[in-house]
């Protein structure tokens, strides 16, 4: 069996580069928390990353010899890449990154490709996620083109051992796996997701890096709702790798680039190893850290003003109630405690059984082989879930009536189609 790399998300802190010493991480990646392009994070995610400082982080990479790609990887531009100005802006970053020392980058829209393969033929050209390569024929597309690399669609392929196979047999491209993503099997929100991502990460865009995530609020909510939830899902356990290897597969993508360094390093040697002990949300779970960021708070609180005092966008008094469900889900601050925890221990065998089963067709209320594991595996406080349902609820309301925005005279609220 071949040796395997890691492609690791990176935070910009140079400790961490000392933190995957002797693991085998091949390269890391991640963007300025914005550009011309975008890319597959809202910037008020990121912490502010100066020029100055992304450069000695990739200098420092390529020094330990660790490969640096750098996401270019909206699933829009709206069509900015099609007018001159978008174009000079494509060609000022790509000419910037490359100067940087950067050594490979992301896409997922197909025009990019013969366009840095043209301009910029030193640049390794891997192929994103949100490009939602899940088939034979759309891969055969990239490799065709002259990609380097194809990062195939999790959602749809993790656990599909069937189509796995397919793929690496008819393809000579490398062909690279996400092992720690939680999102939902055939996820009916990832097209609008996707885009709305790539919008709040764009210089210049209207939205001004601001993103109300509806989509993560909805697929936190249905997974404390129904816990077999956080089961029917595209992540690889550590000790699962060895599936995924004795398929020819040998190149795996581990996330989140706004992870603190700790939980990064934890992820790393986990997989690295082909072992955990402890609670799986800690390997997989985009938010929910117990590990404080490696951000002033100053820069916090200038960060949060930046993106989120939006007076003329929403109302702000409305922003309170998403910030306490979002300070109780640890997406601003620490998670104290584990008011969810799933055992991993308790998760061999679970992986096995998708080998001859499948999903694309299947009805998860009939199968129940998710929620099978999910009573022996996954445990939620009640009292936090009773809790915060409760603040989604009040959230989604705001959302649907027009409230969150100030918007007055629908029917909701004037009583008109109601009866009353």
């Known amino acids: ?59 420092k990479a390529k020094a330990k010899g660790i490969g640096f790609n750098y996401l270019l990887n909206p699933a829009c531009m709206d069509n900015r890449e099609f007018t001159r100005q978008g174009q000079r802006e494509i060609e000022a970053l790509l000419a910037y990154v490359e100067s940087a020392g950067v050594s490979a980058v992301t896409i997922s829209l197909p025009s990019l490709l013969p366009v840095i393969k043209k301009r910029h033929p030193g640049l390794k050209v891997r192929v994103g996620v949100y490009a939602r390569v899940d088939g034979v024929t759309k891969a055969r597309y990239w ?135 402890g609670n799986l949300l800690d390997l997989i779970q985009p938010f929910g850290y117990r590990e404080k960021r490696d951000v002033s708070p100053l820069a916090d609180l200038a960060g949060k003003l930046k993106y989120f005092f939006r007076p003329q966008s929403v109302r702000l008094s409305k922003l309170l109630k998403l910030k306490e469900v979002a300070s109780r889900r640890g997406m601003l601050e620490p998670l104290a405690g584990e008011p969810v925890c799933i055992d991993n221990r308790q998760l061999t065998g679970f992986l096995q059984g998708f080998q001859g089963r499948d999903c694309r067709s299947a009805d998860c209320s009939a199968c129940g082989w998710c929620a099978s594991y999910a009573r022996k595996a996954v445990r939620v406080d009640e009292v936090y879930r009773a809790e915060l349902m409760k603040l989604y609820e009040e959230v989604f309301a705001d959302m649907t009536s027009g409230a969150m925005w100030g918007i007055r005279g629908t029917a909701s609220e004037t009583g008109k189609g109601t009866g009353k």
């Open 1 to 59: 069996m071949k040796d395997f790399g890691l492609s690791v998300a990176t935070n910009f802190d140079d400790g961490l580069l000392d933190a995957l010493s002797g693991y085998p991480v091949t390269e890391i990646f991640g963007k300025l928390a914005s550009d011309a392009v975008g890319g597959g994070r809202a910037s008020f995610t990121l912490p502010p990353l100066p020029r100055r400082r992304f450069e000695r982080h990739v200098a």
């Open 143 to 277: 490799e065709d083109e002259g990609a380097d690399c194809i990062t195939l669609e999790s959602l749809s392929v993790n656990r599909d051992f069937r189509l796995l196979a397919a793929l690496r047999k008819a393809l000579k491209i490398e062909l690279q796996l996400i092992v720690n993503a939680n999102c939902q099997l055939f996820c009916p929100l990832s097209g609008q997701h996707m885009v709305n991502l790539s919008h709040a990460s764009q210089k210049g865009h209207a939205s001004r890096g601001f993103l109300l995530d509806w989509c993560v609020m909805k697929c936190s909510y249905d997974k404390l709702k129904d816990p077999a939830q956080y089961l029917r899902s595209e992540f690889i356990r550590p000790e699962d790798l060895g599936l995924y290897r004795d398929l020819g597969y040998d190149s795996f993508k581990v996330l989140e680039r706004g992870a603190p360094t700790p939980v990064l390093a934890k992820r790393v040697k986990a997989y690295s190893e082909g072992r955990y002990e």
